[in-house]
């Protein structure tokens, strides 16, 4: 993700990066909603973590960084 936006000629803020990735993630529920109405439970690795639901709970556990001198650091 990160790799993404630094490859961009005019980069955009972290807000908004971190809207454009959540807007990802709620299209790719969506559109499993869309195409199978009676869905009872998905686990898909998104762009913001790990996204787990079963109805009627949502479950994301966030990727984790660190900001180091060379970029950042998974934990």
Request: charged content about 20%; proline content about 8%.
């Amino acid at each position: 993700m990160t790799e993404a936006y630094s490859c961009q000629q005019n980069p955009v803020a972290k807000p908004y990066q971190r809207l454009q990735t959540f807007g990802v993630d709620v299209r790719h529920i969506a559109q499993q909603y869309l195409d199978k109405p009676n869905l009872k439970s998905i686990e898909f690795q998104g762009r913001t973590g790990l996204i787990q639901i079963s109805n009627p709970h949502i479950q994301r556990p966030p990727h984790c960084f660190e900001n180091i001198r060379k970029g950042i650091r998974s934990l």
